[in-house]
């Protein structure tokens, strides 16, 4: 199968490239590098065995994806192509709802005209709001705190409204909760551009001295210790998600919506403790006033995917922290230019 993967080099497309290739399948990389770096190939062929094919292009770029389309014979898609940090999403919302929403139809119109039909949207829980209630299912309301992720609920809406206009597609939705960890080997992992939006990376770059404390945004939460709490997935599990959702939704037509998470709740102070456990480093951190957008807890009920995709998230939190630390220790600043 011929796997056409948008932001294939980012952090979660270039680890899902890797659970591809050793599935059998082929994935061909389009990304604009935006917020990536070309020296992740090395990497993914270094750990898988294969290079896989890499297009730069821009998703908003019809006909650049349509060569791509049909010059590799595409079975299906996974597109991770977008801008993805909150706090950047509240000042720049304009250009988040260009790269977002307007790139995934550019995408889709260049599928229907190709005749590729088969697309994998990486969503995100931010889809569900601020919950009413934890552990969030599917079927809970959605809504939106900020630009981001209007955006993503954006793109679902769209993409539910297409297949029902087009019964003959299959589009799976793929609500992450929060992405962590390394490759095991400690080869690839998140390599953010500038100052990291997420916990993890910002944690580990406090631990190898590239930057002074972590900043705790609010610890007057109604949560066990005051901190936000979130469901941490390894990235390698959610990779698998992916790899679960194509092998066994290829053949059947419909709009699927699956939570990808672990189902356990945890704090940033809990992530801060497990890194330190993990690195033997510690992790000075300064509390900070509450992010706009942010929410005191949200975690997953991911029984639907363990259901119907035979998929269920293995790596702990030691894990996470764990392959984390392997590759900020062995890689300080990143990938390489």
Not at 146 to 165: H, I, W
Not at 166 to 183: A, E, K
Not at 271 to 290: C, D, H, N, T
Request: with cysteine.
């Amino acid at each position: 199968m011929n796997v056409l993967v948008t932001g294939g080099a980012g952090y979660i497309g270039s680890h899902t490239c890797v659970q591809l290739i050793n599935a059998g399948m082929a994935p061909v990389i389009f990304d604009n590098l935006y917020n990536a770096k070309a020296a992740v190939l090395d990497r993914i062929e270094k750990v898988s065995g294969t290079r896989p094919t890499f297009v730069q292009g821009d998703v908003r770029d019809k006909s650049a994806l349509l060569e791509v389309l049909q010059t590799h014979n595409i079975n299906s898609v996974i597109h991770f192509a977008g801008l993805k940090a909150v706090g950047e999403s509240v000042e720049k919302p304009l250009e988040y709802y260009d790269n977002n929403v307007n790139g995934t139809l550019v995408l889709v119109d260049a599928m229907r005209e190709a005749g590729v039909k088969h697309l994998v949207f990486s969503s995100s829980a931010t889809v569900y709001g601020d919950p009413a209630s934890v552990p969030i299912t599917e079927s809970f309301p959605t809504s939106a705190t900020n630009p981001y992720g209007r955006s993503k609920l954006m793109v679902e809406e769209c993409l539910t409204d297409f297949q029902k206009a087009n019964p003959d597609w299959t589009i799976t939705l793929l609500r992450y909760f929060n992405p962590v960890g390394s490759h095991p080997t400690g080869e690839m992992g998140e390599d953010p551009q500038g100052i990291p939006n997420n916990l993890m990376p910002f944690v580990s770059q406090v631990a190898v001295g590239r930057r002074d404390f972590l900043s705790v945004f609010g610890n007057d939460y109604p949560t066990p210790d005051g901190t936000g709490v979130r469901d941490y997935i390894h990235v390698m599990d959610l990779a698998d998600g992916h790899i679960a959702a194509l092998k066994t939704l290829n053949n059947q037509k419909g709009l699927h919506v699956y939570n990808l998470g672990t189902g356990n709740g945890s704090s940033v102070l809990d992530m801060v403790k497990a890194f330190e456990l993990a690195s033997g480093k510690q992790v000075p951190y300064k509390i900070v006033e509450r992010r706009p957008g942010d929410i005191a807890e949200c975690w997953a009920d991911p029984s639907k995917a363990n259901k119907d995709l035979g998929w269920v998230a293995t790596r702990s939190l030691q894990d996470m922290t764990t392959d984390g630390w392997k590759w900020q220790s062995q890689n300080p600043e990143g990938y390489p230019e």
